[in-house]
């Protein structure tokens, strides 16, 4: 009958030197959910930490010049099954591994990521697949591409200035099926494509954005399509 969903994602990132980058991302989420089951609404919360995602980072392209910069960067991930898969819906059953703070399996991740910057504009470019291993009860592969360009409102000259950039770009995700016991479709592919506004605001080694994501195409499982927004907060901080 309806769902909501919040998640999170705590990350710590190491640089070795200007080319190569450690991280360490955690995810939390909670997510309420109410069923019609048998004519009566039942409720249910699902909660806790994710499953970790290792990333290195490798920045195989990198030209600079004076008011100037830009990169390509390939990244590959390892994901840690830290997170529970055994939590169970409104109705009594278990829920697909989309549904799960965690999913049992290992997995990776491959991506590719460009930018440029200028003094007064970004671009941004990247797109990430990913992939469950092993059989049975595990989240279906999924591939996400963005674009982005941010335009500096109010211009850093140095780090400690406040700095105001207002970025918009497009984002698209694609999932497979998850697959159950039994190696059993979840039925819940889908895709959805749309645009994204984000304001970033920096100031001395701090950065924060708010941005909104509203879908303008989606296909295929209701449940996982049937939204009009999403609100995305982020804080980083840098030492």
Do not use: C
């Not at 995700?173 to 959805?192: C, I, K, P, T, Y």
């Amino acid at each position: 009958m309806r769902s909501r969903t919040i998640e999170q994602e705590y990350g710590l990132q190491y640089g070795i030197n200007r080319f190569v980058n450690l991280r360490l991302m955690l995810p939390v989420v909670r997510m309420d959910l109410d069923e019609n089951v048998a004519g009566s609404i039942q409720s249910a919360r699902v909660s806790g930490a994710g499953d970790a995602m290792l990333e290195a980072k490798y920045r195989f392209h990198l030209r600079q010049e004076t008011g100037f910069q830009t990169s390509q960067t390939l990244v590959a991930g390892w994901k840690i099954p830290t997170g529970s898969d055994g939590r169970i819906g409104p109705d009594g059953t278990r829920l697909p591994p989309g549904g799960q703070p965690g999913s049992g399996r290992h997995g990776i991740e491959i991506g590719y990521a460009y930018d440029r910057e200028r003094l007064v504009d970004t671009v941004w470019a990247s797109g990430f697949f990913h992939h469950e291993l092993g059989g049975g009860f595990r989240a279906g592969d999924l591939g996400l591409l963005d674009a982005a360009y941010g335009r500096w409102i109010v211009r850093p000259n140095v780090a400690e200035d406040l700095g105001v950039m207002l970025a918009f770009g497009v984002h698209a995700e694609m999932a497979a099926s998850d697959r159950l016991e039994g190696d059993l479709s979840a039925g819940n592919d889908h895709r959805v494509a749309g645009f994204q506004m984000t304001p970033i605001v920096t100031r001395g080694r701090n950065q924060y954005r708010a941005g909104v994501f509203v879908p303008v195409v989606k296909r295929g499982d209701p449940a996982e399509t049937d939204f009009g927004y999403e609100l995305r907060l982020g804080w980083e901080t840098f030492f």
